[in-house]
């Protein structure tokens, strides 16, 4: 399926908008394509090429009390479909409670128009065919079980409503990850992962050789005694972490609720001066959202934390109006029970390679990736996982030799308190959940791992 086009999207928001009996009305309407092969030992597992347009359409009524709001949501353009659902979402928001406290829909905003990469909307299974085969062999040659992800993407978004406001974007993104491991689980594995706007920009000759290389290094992980480490992190486990902050930190709602590790902090040094975090969903590096959030509000870069200052909250209409602060641009489809969030975050370079990161280790651990991470208190951001597919121990700034996987136990806001070097790469970073950051690895002192494995 190809992603519907500005002027399509448009047309057709505005046909749903113009049929509207409610006193006001948002549509937005969203088209995604998605072409993906996984792999394992014996070749592709799975593969799929899909896509589906999602059209949302909020209604909103006055009364006396406030305003009364309902969204439906339905998976087709078809008039009869559409159709059926703007009737569904009116006669939902006719009967809802009123809510004295849900402000109008917003006016007419400027967002410049974003388009994706052809190339990457583009590529074929059969040039996916061939990163998939360069992995087999590359395993094969080194007796290692592969497994992985080759994956283009695009999405394109428009959302129209009753007060003037029409915005529209679209974006691409590319992905290719590799785990190669040791056969029958009797070693450790090894993994690497690039993510990209556009798929030119890929290297999975790159991905490759590191996931190999990490594998084969880690063939024979030692036990090691659980404790507290100075560990250098990689990005993408320093994402597994700070994504959870995008999930419950940054939101004024959380802040309101008192849930968020930033009551009663903001504008307090709750970091080294090295660490700097901003939301920013255009990051020329890695464009990772549309220009506008789900009620069609500009969004712009917003600093979270500046020279180990924590900012202030992230906002969407509601929580702009109810606090008397500006809007922020950082809203969920409405009506939410969750509030605002910080869907981009970045966390600014430093001036270290990963080498020399390593070099300010006396003893500790590189650690590649993080899994089966969950939260345990939301205040603190206290989390626990546990490694994966590579953890190395460090010795007089030099790499010893692979260790066994150790399950942590740490506070977010602690151990990033104690960020004593950020490296100067920044990647684009996933994690084994939803969401990615864009990051650097970061060198931590006295992180705390609980127990260990045998594995």
């Known amino acids: 399926m190809e992603l519907l086009g500005r002027r399509e999207t448009l047309e057709l928001a505005r046909r749903v908008l113009a049929a509207s009996e409610a006193d006001e009305t948002e549509v937005t309407l969203a088209s995604h394509s998605d072409r993906f092969v996984r792999f394992a030992g014996s070749g592709p597992t799975q ?55 849900l402000p109008p829909l917003g006016g007419a905003v400027e967002v410049e128009d974003r388009y994706p990469d052809d190339l990457t909307l583009a590529h074929t299974f059969e040039e996916k065919a ?40 679209a974006r691409s993104r590319a992905a290719f990850s590799l785990t190669a491991g040791a056969p029958g689980f009797e070693g450790g594995s090894g993994y690497a992962e690039q993510i990209r706007e556009r798929v030119g920009d890929l290297d999975p000759e790159g991905v490759i050789a590191r996931a190999v290389g990490k594998a084969l290094d880690n063939r024979e992980p030692a036990p090691i005694e659980p404790g507290k480490y100075t560990v250098v ?27 968020s590790f930033l009551c009663g902090r903001s504008g307090e040094r709750l970091f080294p001066e090295s660490l700097g975090i901003t939301d920013d969903a255009l990051h020329p590096l890695y464009a990772g959202g549309y220009a506008f959030d ?10 979270l934390v500046e020279r180990g200052v924590v900012g202030t909250p992230v906002t969407d209409r509601r929580w702009a109006a109810k606090l008397g602060v500006p809007n922020t641009g950082h809203a969920l489809p409405q009506p939410s029970s969750h509030g605002p969030m910080a869907f981009n975050t970045v966390v600014a370079p ?6 020399e990161l390593i070099g300010g280790v ?16 939301p205040k603190e951001l206290t989390l626990t996982g546990m490694t994966r597919n590579g953890t190395f121990l460090i010795e007089d700034g030099r790499l010893r030799g692979a260790a066994r996987n150790l399950r942590f136990t740490e506070s977010l806001v602690g151990a990033f308190g104690r960020i004593s070097g950020v490296g100067r790469d920044l990647d684009v970073a996933g994690a084994l959940f939803d969401g990615e950051a864009l990051c650097p690895a970061l060198r931590i002192e006295d992180f705390q791992f609980t127990s260990s494995t045998e594995f």
């Open 294 to 303: 789900a009620e069609g509000t500009p969004r712009r870069p917003i600093s």
């Open 350 to 355: 430093g001036s270290e390679s990963l080498d």
């Open 130 to 169: 061939d990163w998939v085969r360069k992995a087999l062999d590359a395993c094969a040659r080194s007796l290692l079980v592969p497994a992985g992800l080759a994956q283009t993407s695009g999405a394109a978004c428009c959302l129209v409503n009753s007060a003037g406001r029409e915005v529209f974007g």
């Open 47 to 101: 593969s799929a090429d899909r896509g589906r347009y999602h059209l949302a359409v909020r209604a909103l009524f006055e009364d006396s009390g406030g305003r009364k709001e309902a969204r439906a949501t339905c998976d087709g353009v078809d008039p009869a479909v559409w159709r059926a659902t703007l009737e569904r979402a009116t006669e939902l928001a006719r009967c809802a409670p009123a809510d004295p406290e």
């Open 362 to 377: 006396e003893r500790g651990l590189l650690v590649t990736q993080f899994h089966y991470t969950n939260m345990i208190d």
């Open 233 to 259: 992190l990689e990005p993408s486990a320093v994402s597994s972490l700070l994504l959870f902050a995008s999930y419950h930190g940054w939101g004024a709602q959380e802040v309101h609720e008192r849930s």
